[in-house]
């Protein structure tokens, strides 16, 4: 399995921005797409999850509200948007693919970075 992200992004604070995250190859039947972020210096942040077979999605506390997962189904493509940018969402974006039931991850995307400045 591939996980292919879309390139840098580059936003203002108040702007918001979407990333994707396109899977190819043999994916299972049942599997989740995982948001995690990385904010320079800092360790891994944990966004939330969909399922990009029927778009059911699960978020982390933080940042509910102002993320929104979503998938298109028929490309295995899932996306995440994040709006009201703030300079400390500058971060790298990572997708990372996990089987139903599992807690680790099998796969990563290359990562985004999100840049967010004036």
């Known amino acids: 399995v591939q996980l292919v992200q879309s390139g840098p992004e580059l936003r203002n604070p108040g702007a918001s921005v979407k990333v994707s995250c396109k899977a190819s190859g043999d994916t299972a039947r049942s599997y989740y797409i995982d948001w995690v972020r990385q904010a320079p210096g800092q360790g891994l942040e944990w966004m939330g999850r969909?399922?990009?077979?029927?778009?059911?999605?699960k978020y982390s506390q933080k940042f509910q509200g102002r993320v929104t997962f979503s998938a298109d189904t028929s490309t295995k493509t899932p996306y995440v948007e994040l709006i009201s940018l703030r300079r400390e969402d500058t971060a790298v974006y990572y997708c990372?693919?996990?089987?139903?039931?599992?807690?680790?991850?099998?796969?990563w995307g290359q990562g985004t970075l999100v840049t967010v400045s004036s």
């Open positions: 990372a693919y996990r089987i139903f039931g599992t807690n680790y991850y099998l796969y």
């Open positions: 969909i399922d990009p077979g029927d778009g059911e999605t």
